[in-house]
């Protein structure tokens, strides 16, 4: 079983993870795992903060000779912020005061933090309710998509809408999402691209943020992960939950869930074909991959739906929690969208589950094991 844990503060002294419960033998590619921490980084309308960091893994423990071992990987990815922080985010008494945040933003996590655990100082809340952890769960995933790549699992996404901008063609074609990584926002349709690109300058110009709905493809999930038996087992389940824990997303979708809702049923569900050479197939998916809980074989296709980012330029009313004045909420440097970014934390997100899941089904301590049971 896999077990991830992430530690870290946004502008502490680094962000921390382990992953338990990877089988010894895989061989680890970190440069691979820090392209993907930089394509988290990427996206038009991120903020100034990305011009500072420049995530690097640091694996501590659990690999040798780049081989895993079984045991738990450990790695740091250091926040290059903190060096301008150290003043205010120290671990002893001696903090500065200056930086204190007394006014919540609506949409944060900083009201509700503070009322539960006790603070009268909103950075307690922010600096760990932050995004900046997805670097750590981009980390984790990207070794774990290193490993299911020896099991031809691979995993893309792509952006399909931006501040009400969508695409026009929901395109099912791998190798056609395979292109968002050159577009800055990570659509593959060149108009909807150029219309993104100028909602977003727009947005910015005046201090207002955008959400947007990303989806994200897994291909080569061989059939029966996840399980109909019990509803704590249910891949469709697992994903969404993991997905939803993302900064931002407040909405999951498997396939085309929102438009079946309006379809009949014989245009919804994706009728069953039978060849000798493929055996079981289908020719569309409109499920997205899951029947009953199950990994159906088909390409798994989920859509996240973003909020706009809550930190506004433009000034949202709250109320001082010191005074209890009404006042302006607080600005922390902030994105105007982070929509491209979020389709590259689902992604790892995402793959982190399959992996969950793959070795609950062919599980070993070996790679050499779960090879053999996969091959048959
Ligand atoms: C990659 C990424 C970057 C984000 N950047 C920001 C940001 O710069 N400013 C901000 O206020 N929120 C940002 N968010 C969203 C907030 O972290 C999130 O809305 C907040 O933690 C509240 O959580 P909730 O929206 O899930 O309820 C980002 C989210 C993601 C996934």
Redesign the pocket.
Known sequence: MIRILTAGESHGKSLVGIIEGVPANFTIDLDSINKDLAR?QLGYG??P?MDIEKDKIEILSGIRGGKTLGSPISFLIQNKDYENWQEYMSIDGNNKEDRRVTRP?P???DLSGIQKYSFDDIRNVLER???RE?AVRVAAGSILKGILKDFNINVLSHVIAIGGASVSDGTQDINLIKAADSSPVRCIEKSTEETILQKIQDAKLVGE?LGGIFEVHIVGVPVGLGSYVHWDRKLDAKLAYSLMS?????GVEMGEAFENANRLGSQTHDEIYYNSSEGYYRKTNYAGGIEGGMSNGQNIVIRCA??P???LYKSLQSVDIITKEAVSASI????TC?VP??S??GEMVAITVIAEEFFRKYGGDSKEEIMKRWQA
């Open positions: 988290r991120r903020g903060r933003r949409g944060h996590a309710s932050s995004a997805t943020s993302i900064q931002g997303i407040k973003m909020k980012i809550p930190t922390e440097r902030s994105d982070a970014a979020a590259v934390v």
